[in-house]
T-cell receptor
Framework: NAGVTQTPKFQVLKTGQSMTLQCAQD?????MYWYRQDPGMGLRLIYY???????DKGEVPNGYNVSRLNKREFSLRLESAAPSQTSVYFC???????????????FGPGTRLTVL | QKEVEQDPGPLSVPEGAIVSLNCTYS??????FMWYRQYSRKGPELLMY????GNKEDGRFTAQVDKSSKYISLFIRDSQPSDSATYLC???????????FGTGTRLQVTL
Protein backbone atom coordinates (compact mmCIF):
# COMPACT_ATOMS: atom_id res chain seq x y z
CA ASN A 1 0.00 0.00 0.00
CA ALA A 2 2.01 2.99 -1.31
CA GLY A 3 -0.50 5.72 -0.37
CA VAL A 4 0.04 8.82 -2.54
CA THR A 5 2.90 8.74 -5.00
CA GLN A 6 4.25 11.61 -7.08
CA THR A 7 6.63 11.77 -10.00
CA PRO A 8 9.11 13.21 -10.58
CA LYS A 9 10.74 14.02 -7.22
CA PHE A 10 12.85 16.83 -8.68
CA GLN A 11 12.69 18.84 -11.90
CA VAL A 12 14.50 21.82 -13.35
CA LEU A 13 12.83 23.67 -16.23
CA LYS A 14 13.69 26.67 -18.31
CA THR A 15 11.20 29.51 -18.61
CA GLY A 16 8.58 28.65 -21.21
CA GLN A 17 8.99 24.89 -21.04
CA SER A 18 6.05 22.67 -20.20
CA MET A 19 5.76 19.66 -17.97
CA THR A 20 3.25 17.43 -16.24
CA LEU A 21 3.44 16.36 -12.62
CA GLN A 22 1.92 12.97 -11.99
CA CYS A 23 0.07 11.83 -8.88
CA ALA A 24 -1.53 8.50 -8.05
CA GLN A 25 -3.23 7.10 -4.95
CA ASP A 26 -4.10 3.52 -4.11
CA UNK A 27 -6.52 4.17 -1.23
CA UNK A 28 -9.66 4.30 -3.40
CA UNK A 29 -10.15 7.92 -2.39
CA UNK A 30 -12.68 10.10 -4.16
CA UNK A 31 -11.07 13.52 -3.78
CA MET A 32 -7.63 14.64 -4.89
CA TYR A 33 -5.78 17.94 -4.56
CA TRP A 34 -2.74 19.82 -5.80
CA TYR A 35 -0.97 22.27 -3.49
CA ARG A 36 2.13 24.37 -3.74
CA GLN A 37 4.28 25.20 -0.73
CA ASP A 38 6.46 28.29 -0.67
CA PRO A 39 8.52 29.76 2.19
CA GLY A 40 6.42 32.12 4.28
CA MET A 41 3.27 31.32 2.30
CA GLY A 42 2.21 27.95 3.64
CA LEU A 43 0.34 25.41 1.56
CA ARG A 44 -1.90 26.90 -1.10
CA LEU A 45 -4.48 24.93 -3.05
CA ILE A 46 -4.04 25.06 -6.83
CA TYR A 47 -6.82 22.75 -8.03
CA TYR A 48 -8.86 19.95 -6.61
CA UNK A 49 -11.05 17.17 -7.87
CA UNK A 50 -13.95 16.21 -5.64
CA UNK A 51 -14.67 13.07 -7.66
CA UNK A 52 -13.68 11.36 -10.85
CA UNK A 53 -14.62 13.55 -13.80
CA UNK A 54 -14.76 16.86 -11.91
CA UNK A 55 -12.15 19.52 -11.22
CA ASP A 56 -12.33 22.91 -9.53
CA LYS A 57 -10.03 25.86 -9.06
CA GLY A 58 -8.39 26.51 -5.75
CA GLU A 59 -6.67 29.61 -4.47
CA VAL A 60 -3.87 29.91 -7.05
CA PRO A 61 -4.93 28.21 -10.33
CA ASN A 62 -3.38 30.63 -12.84
CA GLY A 63 -0.71 29.05 -15.03
CA TYR A 64 -1.82 25.48 -14.27
CA ASN A 65 -4.17 22.89 -15.72
CA VAL A 66 -5.25 19.57 -14.26
CA SER A 67 -6.65 16.28 -15.43
CA ARG A 68 -8.41 13.69 -13.33
CA LEU A 69 -7.48 10.76 -15.53
CA ASN A 70 -9.38 8.18 -13.48
CA LYS A 71 -10.15 7.63 -9.81
CA ARG A 72 -6.49 6.90 -9.01
CA GLU A 73 -4.65 9.57 -10.98
CA PHE A 74 -4.62 13.37 -10.95
CA SER A 75 -2.06 15.25 -13.01
CA LEU A 76 -0.93 18.88 -12.90
CA ARG A 77 0.35 20.56 -16.06
CA LEU A 78 2.42 23.69 -16.43
CA GLU A 79 1.98 24.82 -20.04
CA SER A 80 4.61 27.58 -20.04
CA ALA A 81 6.66 27.53 -16.87
CA ALA A 82 7.64 30.80 -15.18
CA PRO A 83 10.18 31.43 -12.39
CA SER A 84 7.26 32.31 -10.09
CA GLN A 85 6.22 28.67 -10.32
CA THR A 86 9.40 27.53 -8.58
CA SER A 87 7.99 25.70 -5.57
CA VAL A 88 7.41 22.36 -3.90
CA TYR A 89 4.25 20.73 -5.23
CA PHE A 90 2.22 18.32 -3.13
CA CYS A 91 -0.56 16.06 -4.23
CA UNK A 92 -3.07 14.88 -1.63
CA UNK A 93 -6.13 12.68 -1.52
CA UNK A 94 -9.05 12.15 0.82
CA UNK A 95 -12.01 9.86 1.06
CA UNK A 96 -14.53 12.71 0.92
CA UNK A 97 -16.90 13.12 -1.98
CA UNK A 98 -17.19 16.81 -1.21
CA UNK A 99 -13.78 18.27 -1.83
CA UNK A 100 -11.62 19.93 0.83
CA UNK A 101 -13.63 19.27 3.97
CA UNK A 102 -12.69 17.85 7.30
CA UNK A 103 -11.71 14.33 6.44
CA UNK A 104 -8.06 13.45 6.50
CA UNK A 105 -6.00 14.50 3.54
CA UNK A 106 -3.07 12.20 2.81
CA PHE A 107 -0.13 13.89 1.16
CA GLY A 108 2.48 12.61 -1.26
CA PRO A 109 6.22 13.22 -0.82
CA GLY A 110 6.28 16.28 -3.08
CA THR A 111 7.94 17.41 -6.29
CA ARG A 112 10.63 20.08 -6.04
CA LEU A 113 10.41 22.24 -9.16
CA THR A 114 12.87 24.95 -10.14
CA VAL A 115 12.17 27.19 -13.11
CA LEU A 116 15.19 29.11 -14.38
CA GLN B 1 -3.47 40.37 6.56
CA LYS B 2 -3.41 36.59 6.22
CA GLU B 3 -6.46 34.62 7.30
CA VAL B 4 -4.29 32.36 9.44
CA GLU B 5 -1.17 33.57 11.25
CA GLN B 6 1.46 31.25 12.64
CA ASP B 7 4.88 32.10 14.07
CA PRO B 8 7.46 30.44 11.78
CA GLY B 9 9.97 29.85 14.57
CA PRO B 10 12.31 28.09 14.75
CA LEU B 11 11.41 26.98 18.24
CA SER B 12 14.16 25.08 20.04
CA VAL B 13 13.40 23.18 23.26
CA PRO B 14 15.23 20.54 25.32
CA GLU B 15 14.00 16.96 25.36
CA GLY B 16 11.21 16.48 27.88
CA ALA B 17 9.91 20.06 27.66
CA ILE B 18 6.29 21.00 27.12
CA VAL B 19 5.86 22.68 23.75
CA SER B 20 3.12 25.14 22.87
CA LEU B 21 2.41 25.87 19.21
CA ASN B 22 -0.20 28.44 18.25
CA CYS B 23 -2.21 29.91 15.41
CA THR B 24 -4.54 32.88 15.24
CA TYR B 25 -7.17 33.35 12.56
CA SER B 26 -9.52 36.05 11.38
CA UNK B 27 -12.38 34.15 9.69
CA UNK B 28 -15.10 33.50 12.27
CA UNK B 29 -16.70 30.93 9.91
CA UNK B 30 -13.92 28.42 10.58
CA UNK B 31 -15.25 25.47 12.55
CA UNK B 32 -12.83 22.62 11.88
CA PHE B 33 -9.24 22.95 13.05
CA MET B 34 -6.39 20.63 12.22
CA TRP B 35 -2.74 20.19 13.03
CA TYR B 36 -0.39 18.63 10.50
CA ARG B 37 3.20 17.56 11.10
CA GLN B 38 5.73 17.79 8.29
CA TYR B 39 9.16 16.25 8.52
CA SER B 40 11.91 17.73 6.39
CA ARG B 41 11.46 16.95 2.69
CA LYS B 42 8.27 14.98 3.34
CA GLY B 43 4.57 15.64 2.86
CA PRO B 44 2.40 16.82 5.78
CA GLU B 45 0.55 14.22 7.84
CA LEU B 46 -2.53 14.86 9.95
CA LEU B 47 -1.88 14.81 13.71
CA MET B 48 -5.20 15.88 15.15
CA TYR B 49 -8.39 17.67 14.33
CA UNK B 50 -11.04 19.31 16.48
CA UNK B 51 -14.46 20.70 15.81
CA UNK B 52 -15.47 24.08 17.25
CA UNK B 53 -14.17 25.07 20.68
CA GLY B 54 -12.67 22.83 23.34
CA ASN B 55 -9.82 20.43 23.94
CA LYS B 56 -8.86 17.12 22.40
CA GLU B 57 -6.13 14.85 23.72
CA ASP B 58 -4.24 12.09 21.95
CA GLY B 59 -1.30 10.63 23.82
CA ARG B 60 1.29 13.35 24.35
CA PHE B 61 -0.61 15.79 22.12
CA THR B 62 -3.43 18.13 23.12
CA ALA B 63 -5.24 20.42 20.69
CA GLN B 64 -7.11 23.39 22.07
CA VAL B 65 -9.49 25.76 20.29
CA ASP B 66 -10.75 29.08 21.63
CA LYS B 67 -13.19 30.40 19.05
CA SER B 68 -13.99 33.51 21.06
CA SER B 69 -10.34 34.58 20.77
CA LYS B 70 -9.83 33.00 17.33
CA TYR B 71 -6.84 31.16 18.72
CA ILE B 72 -5.80 27.52 18.52
CA SER B 73 -2.96 25.69 20.22
CA LEU B 74 -1.16 22.38 20.05
CA PHE B 75 0.61 21.22 23.21
CA ILE B 76 3.24 18.49 23.14
CA ARG B 77 4.14 16.94 26.49
CA ASP B 78 7.44 15.20 27.17
CA SER B 79 8.81 16.33 23.83
CA GLN B 80 11.15 13.95 22.00
CA PRO B 81 13.81 14.52 19.32
CA SER B 82 11.48 12.64 16.96
CA ASP B 83 8.99 15.52 17.38
CA SER B 84 11.41 17.79 15.51
CA ALA B 85 9.42 18.87 12.46
CA THR B 86 7.35 21.71 11.09
CA TYR B 87 3.82 21.93 12.49
CA LEU B 88 1.11 23.43 10.32
CA CYS B 89 -2.31 24.45 11.49
CA UNK B 90 -5.19 24.24 9.02
CA UNK B 91 -8.84 25.12 9.22
CA UNK B 92 -12.03 25.38 7.21
CA UNK B 93 -15.71 26.20 7.67
CA UNK B 94 -16.72 22.56 7.22
CA UNK B 95 -18.39 23.12 3.87
CA UNK B 96 -16.99 22.06 0.52
CA UNK B 97 -14.29 24.72 0.66
CA UNK B 98 -10.57 24.74 0.78
CA UNK B 99 -8.41 24.15 3.81
CA UNK B 100 -6.55 27.31 4.87
CA PHE B 101 -3.09 26.52 6.18
CA GLY B 102 -0.80 28.47 8.44
CA THR B 103 2.77 28.90 7.26
CA GLY B 104 4.06 26.38 9.80
CA THR B 105 6.26 26.53 12.92
CA ARG B 106 9.58 24.72 12.81
CA LEU B 107 10.27 22.83 16.07
CA GLN B 108 13.65 21.48 17.11
CA VAL B 109 13.84 19.22 20.19
CA THR B 110 17.42 18.87 21.38
CA LEU B 111 19.00 16.12 23.50
Amino acid sequence: NAGVTQTPKFQVLKTGQSMTLQCAQDMNHNSMYWYRQDPGMGLRLIYYSASEGTTDKGEVPNGYNVSRLNKREFSLRLESAAPSQTSVYFCASSESLHGPRTDTQYFGPGTRLTVL
Amino acid sequence: QKEVEQDPGPLSVPEGAIVSLNCTYSNSAFQYFMWYRQYSRKGPELLMYTYSSGNKEDGRFTAQVDKSSKYISLFIRDSQPSDSATYLCAMNPGTASKLTFGTGTRLQVTL
